[in-house]
């Protein structure tokens, strides 16, 4: 597989389930992001992990929980979710050297919450 | 703080014609990069360019071609002899040096016509 790859594809889950999304770069990228894209509004930046630490998190909700446990991969863990949290949530990565923060994004993950 | 804005929400036009598509940003720091982006109805970002604050060059590249000027603050993104297969939401967006950070604008879904 080359460049960033999510699954599921699509996800359609309650609002008492728990799932979880996963990210994978092949790009050998130090820094990794998870952005969330509604309709009708900006791609919101959610968090953002550098060689594995989080760096920023932007107010997101605790119904959100990534989980980065190397540069390759990176997780969003998710619990009792509402139906406004259904979008699409893209994965990105980048080198993570300051002068070269191309971010190259994977497919996303489409979810519905009923 | 940063923002950008495309003002266009939805462009259409015929296939083969010429299509821009604008980008203003804000900033107040020297060093920042711009991007624009391509979202296919498959969900994914494709990164198309990125130029630096530093490099006013206007950068061609098949029939893509863009125009940075600092002086109005604007990146725009032109299309020459357009394609169906360029029908997608284009997305300018802002970094600045040091923060992993993208800022995007609220995209402009372009349809090209047969």
């Known amino acids: 597989e080359t460049g960033v790859t999510q699954t599921p594809r699509h996800l359609v889950m309650g609002m008492t389930n728990k799932k979880s999304l996963k990210c994978e770069q092949h790009l050998g990228h130090n820094a990794m992001y998870w952005y969330k894209q509604s309709a009708k509004k900006p791609l919101e930046l959610m968090f953002v992990?550098?060689?594995?630490?989080?760096?920023e998190n932007n107010s997101v909700p605790s119904r959100f929980s990534p989980e980065c446990p190397n540069s390759s991969h990176l997780f969003l863990h998710l619990h009792t979710l509402q139906p406004e949290d259904s979008a699409l949530y893209l994965c990105?990565?980048?080198?993570?050297?300051?002068?070269?923060?191309?971010?190259?994004f994977g497919p996303g993950t489409r979810l519905l919450v009923l | 703080a940063q923002k950008v804005t495309q003002a266009q929400t939805e462009i259409s036009v015929v296939e083969k014609e010429d299509v821009t598509l604008d980008c203003v940003y804000e900033t107040r720091d020297t060093t920042y990069y711009l991007f624009w982006y391509k979202q296919p109805p498959s969900g994914e970002l494709v990164f198309l360019i990125r130029?630096?604050?530093?490099?006013?060059q206007n950068e061609i590249s098949g029939r893509y071609s863009w125009n940075f000027q600092k002086s109005t603050s604007s990146f725009n993104f032109t299309i020459t002899a357009s394609q169906v297969v360029d029908s997608a939401v284009y997305f300018c967006a802002l970094s600045v040096w040091g923060a992993q950070k993208l800022v995007f604008g609220q995209g402009t879904r372009l349809t090209i016509n047969p």
């Open positions: 990105a990565s980048s080198q993570g050297d300051r002068d070269q923060e191309t971010q190259y």
């Open positions: 992990y550098s060689l594995e630490e989080r760096v």
């Open positions: 130029r630096n604050s530093f490099d006013e």
